[in-house]
């Protein structure tokens, strides 16, 4: 007679961006089947949006087994220099530290967790659990249900998981924005490239603080000359003129996120004119070098819980710190990585590892929004709020 093999547990992960993919490799390292389901039916892009590069990022990458010594994880910065409105130095200071980009951790992920059990084109519609609450299975808008013994809510700040098992935990405008740009290094003109690149830099005035770093380029290069430069300005803007700069240049309103490319004329005007009134010298060159800024709002989410039965949330589709904690991507690859921690403790009970994930998750999440709000109204607020967009 044969002893039958052990069942093995089933996780069934929603959203298939970085959240998804830090956990979808940590589960499969518990030895667990894991899933992926992502909404979109595209790969996902973000046109290489800047990642401070954090400890919790690379312990999640040497965990999932990626050969980290035989890749470039980003650019390096030496000093963080802040520049007065009139372009000279205020402070300048030995400060390095890396930065990268979401793509270079997205493709990273996604080639680790492998193609064959990543599904996109997937929208969840519906969860249920069963009474005793040691199963849980999602409904998709095709009507394909899949069963599971775990189901991570990992689909970002507008979680649909979040929706229908947390409906009041709702993400709050902060009252800014950030204005973004991506652009070749080569781009740059002289000057911003001598005052930039190779630095972290910030300039800060009333209603106003922007921050720009190289990060790598196409295919993730970090080549010199093949780089991008990222810069992020924080701009204040009442909910009447962030509902007009959300309204793209084919009349489309698009809530809280404006892509590359798609910010109307105007508004591009706009940012152009304000980056002449408000910032120093090497930024203001680096925005009028940005043929298409984009924008994103600035939004607060805290949840009361992040496990529900075997349904839990994980990374921003529970908690979204302000940006300026540079921990949104780290904070999503501590989730996972304590999860793995707690899952291989008990691996027989899955309540238990669950019960023990729990609070130092909540603890994290609730010290950064507390740090990435108070931090934000520093910058943003302190004044008088005269220099307001519009």
């Known amino acids: 007679m044969t002893n039958a093999k052990p069942k093995r547990n089933r996780a069934i992960v929603i959203g298939g961006s970085l959240g998804g993919l830090f956990a979808g490799n940590m589960l499969k390292k518990a030895g667990w089947d894991v899933d992926i389901y992502e909404r979109s039916a595209h790969d996902l892009d973000s046109r290489g949006g800047g990642v401070v590069l954090q400890p919790d990022v690379v312990e999640v990458f040497r965990e999932a087994g990626v050969d980290i010594g035989a890749m470039s994880l980003g650019v ?5 220099v802040v520049y007065r409105k009139d372009g000279s130095i205020q402070d300048k200071r030995p400060a390095p530290q890396m930065q ?26 519906s969860i249920e659990q069963d009474e005793d609450a040691k199963t849980v299975t999602a409904i998709f808008e095709d009507g394909s249900r899949e069963t599971g013994d775990l189901l991570v809510g990992a689909d970002g700040n507008g979680s649909t998981v979040r929706q229908l098992i947390w409906p009041d935990a709702k993400p709050a405008y902060a009252g800014y924005l950030a204005w973004r740009g991506l652009i070749p290094e080569n781009d740059l003109t002289p000057a911003a490239r001598d005052g930039l690149l190779g630095d972290f830099g910030f300039s800060n005035t009333t209603g106003s603080h922007i921050l720009g770093y190289l990060v790598p380029g196409e295919n993730n290069t970090t080549d010199p000359g093949k780089r991008f430069y990222n810069w992020v300005w924080y701009r204040v803007a009442d909910d009447e003129t962030l509902a007009k700069i959300m309204t793209d240049k084919d009349g489309k309103q698009r809530g809280y996120s404006m892509p590359e490319g798609k910010l109307s004329a105007d508004w591009k005007a706009h940012v152009y004119r304000e980056a002449d009134a408000l910032l120093p010298a090497p930024f203001r060159e680096a925005v009028h070098s940005t043929q298409e800024p984009f924008a994103q709002a600035i939004r607060d989410l805290t949840v009361p819980s992040m496990v529900n039965g075997r349904v839990i949330l994980l990374g921003d589709a529970a908690f979204v710190p302000r940006p300026h904690t540079a921990a949104s991507t780290s904070k999503a690859a501590a989730n996972a990585l304590a999860l793995y921690d707690a899952l291989a403790r008990t691996p027989e009970d899955v309540d238990a590892a669950l019960e023990r994930w729990e609070p130092g998750q909540m603890m994290l999440g609730n010290m950064l929004y507390r740090q990435g709000t108070q931090a934000g109204d520093s910058l943003l607020f302190r004044k008088d709020m005269s220099e307001r967009v519009g």
């Open 76 to 80: 390096p910065s030496k000093n963080r």
């Open 100 to 125: 990268t980009s979401w793509p270079l951790i997205y493709s990273t992920m996604k080639e680790t967790f492998g193609d064959a059990h990543y599904h996109r084109g997937r929208v969840l519609t």
